[in-house]
């Protein structure tokens, strides 16, 4: 309710007719047509204002007229029904085949809207989102030709291996999966009559006489929600009442809309000129948006799934960094939201959770993720300038980075390992967030002193740049905050660091940043996106740079038909296609490597890495879902789609286009 609402008061004129024109643009660049049949996993949806249901278009082939597929949970992996709102309009006693009616189907950004045309009448069909637990479908009838009298049947179906079913009030159908706690309420207005029998539920019209050129409005109201939410929770109060005047919810959701995507490209990058490329943003902020979800249970602030798709259960650490890195450009108050629903979690040490779940007891606390959040953080401040952000967030983000030194450096020589609370080399990976990665092959797991301190023998240089990058944002803030000394010792053991990565880590011979061994810093020779993390971070000296440079565009390296990918192309390991980590192209460290060329003065190395990307990754330029990963070699889609650090690295690759 906080965002919704405030758009009403930025923004003023009229959306209806606009809305459609301003973003005629943007549609239908994503496909999602889908029939569920119980699990949802691989449904591609719409959803918005971290609501916790979705839905989509019943694909044409299933052959009926009106209605959605859905709705959908994203509390779990299951779809309430097949369909819902599906439509039989008998005209003067005679039902309307669909095989007769002429379909168009439009997927917008912010509203999915239907139409099903006969000769002398038109269904119309649209879905907004209103708050973080409630949508409205509104269907709308046309008669263009003289005089009828119409009916219309609305039903849905739901599973009821999972789903239990009622009427209430005879006009709203009440569906419950006790496994889940979740809910989901269906109401209709007045003079509809709704039943529920046989896991279907419909809603009857009276029959309705039509004059020429007549319309008539049928509006219906769904929430969902946890059945031990309060009251003001499940049904937060609309400014206005659906069933009397409609028209306000679906300007103001298309005013919001309108805002999301201005904001989007008030950055002037050269790629924006082309409508093939705004598509692709477009898509990008569509798919972080509908990975959005509210605060319920023990996720205590609105955050983001890594994808709706598999990921139904909370909030991981490093995706909500990234996610919220790219947010933050036009909706920041949510950016700072997926940063604190990570931190409120943070443990009296100041170690971050791995994960947060809606059910706090399964928090993942045997390991963390790399310390991307102050860079998170400085993004979103450089975005709307909010310095009480900072100050909200500078001593936790101190308590982090320090946590590091105390549990995560085992020889205390101020370069710093990948570890676990557990003591186990899976955690560990996990830690690093390369789970798989070929350069932790023969690690080991070595105890330190202090309680659940457990470290990988191998100091990693992501790891150590990262944390060189952390102090001098962490510097950056503390002057902002007139702590002019601090600052001052920020930036000093900052150029400490810097100097020990670039003398320890980098091989002069071979050009390249790598791991290294406890002890010994005997190099760990493995070719990986962590050896161009010094760039990204400005630790690389120019030399250095040079060199990581030529290893990143050699096209038998890492320059392939979709660059950057994790392994590089000559190593025996590689499994591009299966790979995870040991080949697959991730599109946060291809990222790096591209800002990294920038900071060096490889613009039109980036460009074209850039390009390749855009270009060449299945399914961008398309109607597609974004992807977790893919091949390096042909390009193709890998593992979960609607991804949401993919979408907030495509964007700020676009941003920094030039």
């Not at 085949?97 to 000769?119: D, H, L």
Request: charged content about 25%; some cysteine.
């Amino acid at each position: 309710m906080k965002y919704i609402w405030l758009f009403v008061i930025l923004l003023c004129g009229c959306a209806g007719q606009s809305f459609l024109n301003v973003q005629a643009d943007y549609r239908n660049v994503l496909n999602i047509s889908n029939w569920p049949q119980g699990i949802r996993e691989g449904v591609s949806l719409f959803s918005d204002l971290g609501a916790w249901h979705g839905f989509a278009f019943i694909p044409d082939s299933v052959g009926m007229a009106g209605g959605f597929s859905g709705p959908m949970s994203m509390a779990s992996n299951y779809a309430v029904g097949s369909y819902t709102a599906v439509a039989s309009v008998v005209v003067d006693g005679v039902l309307q085949e669909v095989t007769n009616a002429i379909v168009e189907k439009s997927y917008f950004p912010g509203r999915m809207i239907q139409s099903f045309t006969w000769e002398t009448l038109t269904l119309t069909q649209e879905i907004v989102f209103v708050n973080n637990r409630t949508s409205l479908l509104r269907t709308r009838v046309r008669n263009t030709g003289g005089p009828k009298e119409v009916k219309i049947i609305y039903e849905g179906s739901f599973f009821t291996q999972y789903f239990q079913g009622q009427v209430i009030d005879g006009r709203t159908v009440y569906l419950e999966f006790p496994a889940t706690k979740c809910c989901f309420e269906i109401e209709a207005g007045e003079g509809c009559h709704a039943v529920v029998r046989d896991g279907k539920y419909r809603f009857e019209t009276e029959v309705r006489k039509f004059g020429r050129g007549e319309e008539r409005e049928d509006m219906f109201v769904y929430s969902a929600y946890f059945n031990d939410e309060p009251e003001h929770v499940k049904h937060p109060v609309l400014e206005e009442n659906p069933f009397e005047e409609s028209e306000p919810f679906f300007e103001m959701a298309a005013q919001r809309w309108e805002r999301y995507i201005e904001k989007l490209f008030e950055n002037k990058s050269e790629l924006f000129t082309n409508l093939k490329y705004r598509r692709i943003a477009v898509k990008c902020l569509m798919t972080l948006m509908a990975n959005w979800r509210s605060a319920a249970h023990d996720l205590l602030h609105d955050g983001g799934y890594p994808s709706y798709w598999g990921f139904s259960t909370g909030f991981w650490s490093w995706d909500s960094w990234k996610i919220a890195a790219a947010i933050g450009r036009w909706e920041p108050e949510l950016a700072k939201d997926h940063i604190r629903a990570l931190f409120d979690y943070q443990t009296e040490e100041g170690m971050i959770p791995d994960f947060v779940s809606r059910i706090k007891y399964i928090n993942n606390l045997r390991d963390t993720k790399p310390p991307l959040a102050s860079w998170a953080v400085e993004e979103i401040y450089d975005a709307d300038g909010d310095l009480s952000f900072v100050e909200e967030m500078f001593d936790r983000l101190l308590r982090y980075h320090n946590w590091w030194y105390a549990y995560r450096d085992v020889d205390q020589n101020g370069l710093c390992e990948y570890g676990a609370t557990d003591g186990t080399l899976q955690a560990a990976a996990w830690e690093s967030g390369m789970d798989n990665a070929v350069r932790f092959d023969s690690t080991e797991m070595l105890k330190g002193e202090l309680p659940k301190a457990w470290s990988m023998s191998q100091e990693s240089v992501d790891l150590n740049t990262y944390l060189y990058d952390e102090k001098m944002t962490l510097a950056r803030f503390a002057r902002l905050l007139n702590r002019e000394e601090f600052a001052n010792q920020l930036e000093k053991d900052a150029g400490i660091l810097a100097d020990r990565i670039r003398q320890i880590m980098f091989d002069d011979e071979n050009g390249y940043f790598f791991d290294v061994r406890l002890k010994s810093h005997a190099l760990i020779p493995v070719y990986g996106p962590e050896g161009w993390l010094p760039l990204w971070a400005g630790v690389a000296n120019q030399k250095q740079a040079d060199q990581v440079r030529n290893i990143m565009m050699d096209v038998n390296r890492f320059n392939s038909f979709v660059p950057l990918g994790t392994l590089d192309l000559s190593h025996p390991r590689l499994e591009p296609e299966r790979g995870y980590w040991r080949g697959p192209v991730w599109l946060d460290q291809a990222y790096f490597g591209i800002r990294g060329l920038r900071n060096y003065g490889y613009d039109k190395e980036a460009n074209e890495l850039t390009l390749k990307i855009l270009n060449n990754c299945q399914g961008l330029l398309g109607d597609q879902p974004i992807h977790e990963n893919y091949n390096p070699l042909t390009g193709e889609t890998l593992n979960a789609p609607h991804f949401g650090w993919s979408s907030a690295h495509l964007l700020l690759m676009m941003f920094e286009y030039k």
